[in-house]
């Protein structure tokens, strides 16, 4: 199975500040990652598909990069609302998998 | 709007089965895939397997390879998932999500159902 490893696994940040968050897959999934936001009590929200697109209707301080091992989350400009955890997921290969999680909290 | 509305809270004794439901409204059921990942307490996401609902095709993680089904009824727009010889390991939320291409990931997901495994 591809591990999925986050980093870091939790972060404390204030509202405005800049946001990078690292997901590394033990093997090469080209560009099959996405990320996820998931809050207590609900279901993950998609953020990002194929490495760097954003769905519509998610705000643009969201952007995601990488390829091959290693991706990052970037949020430019916390918000209140994106205080949050982060997964990342990989669906290059069965089992797909998700990193552990971030947990966004604020400072 | 469309909608993914899972069936409630189970609690099932260690070795029994249980079988939640994923109602599917607002779009054509027979033309996405449905996957189901559950998530134990303070643990990460994990998945399960996925349906073609289209044909009934599955594919399931090697983990549960042995213990879970996951059928659909397209008259019914409903998919399901079976989870055989219970134990208190499968304790979780389990959520089943709308695949909106191989490339674009799970675009609606369902409530979440929580499943208590406990004698």
């Known amino acids: 199975d591809i591990q999925m490893t986050q980093s870091p696994s939790s972060l404390s940040a204030s509202v405005g500040d800049r946001v990078t968050i690292t997901c590394r897959a033990s093997?090469?999934?080209?560009?099959?990652l996405g990320w996820y936001q998931q809050k207590p009590g609900k279901a993950p929200k998609r953020l990002i598909y194929?490495?760097?697109s954003l769905p519509s209707g998610v705000p643009s301080r969201f952007s995601g990069s990488g390829s091959g091992t290693a991706f990052t989350l970037t949020i430019s400009s916390l918000q209140p609302e994106d205080f949050a955890t982060y997964y990342c997921l990989q669906r290059n290969s069965y089992p797909y998998t998700f990193g552990q999680g971030t947990k966004l909290e604020i400072k | 709007q469309v909608q993914l509305v899972q069936s409630g809270a189970e609690v099932k004794k260690p070795g029994a089965s249980v079988k939640v439901s994923c109602k599917a409204s607002g779009y054509t059921f027979t033309s996405y895939p449905i996957h189901w990942v559950r998530q134990a307490p303070g643990q990460r996401l994990e998945w399960m397997g996925w349906i073609n609902v289209g044909n009934g095709n599955t594919r399931y993680s090697q983990k549960f390879q042995d213990r879970v089904t996951i059928t659909r009824d397209t008259s019914a727009t409903t998919a399901y998932m079976d989870l055989s010889s219970l134990r208190s390991e499968d304790t979780a939320v389990y959520y089943c999500?709308?695949?909106?291409?191989?490339?674009?990931?799970?675009?609606?997901w369902g409530q979440g159902t929580l499943v208590t495994v406990s004698s």
């Open positions: 194929g490495t760097s």
């Open positions: 999500a709308r695949e909106e291409g191989y490339k674009y990931g799970y675009d609606y």
């Open positions: 093997q090469g999934i080209k560009n099959d």
